[in-house]
């Protein structure tokens, strides 16, 4: 039995005024996981999303959403690693459960 579990962690990135760095961030930060043992799934890029609210001198961010499997300590690691990253502005990390197989009839 494995001692990864499955994580979704979505990401805000702060590219203002760079928003041709976004692709190299995201490869940046997609190795950051591997090091902390992660295995990404999926990297779903959903672009530029206007904040619906503003707390600071940002108005959009550029979101990215990464599926992986970790082991359940990694996620402190990461949480404190990319708080200290100026190109992440918010991250958010929820454990996926498994679906539950049908019973057949």
């Given amino acids: ?49 206007q904040f619906s609210y503003t707390a600071g001198k940002l108005e959009s961010g550029y979101y990215v959403n990464f599926i992986f499997n970790a082991p359940a300590a990694s996620i402190d690691k990461l949480k404190a690693r990319f708080t200290l990253d100026e190109d992440v502005y918010r991250q958010h990390y929820q454990k996926l459960t498994a679906k539950k197989a049908a019973k057949a009839a």
């Fill in 1 to 49: 039995m494995s001692n990864k579990n499955r994580y979704e962690g979505l990401l805000v990135l702060n590219v203002q005024g760079n928003e041709d760095g976004a692709k190299d961030v995201i490869e940046r930060l997609e190795g950051e996981f591997k090091k902390d043992g992660a295995t990404v799934e999926q990297v779903q890029k959903m672009d530029r999303r």
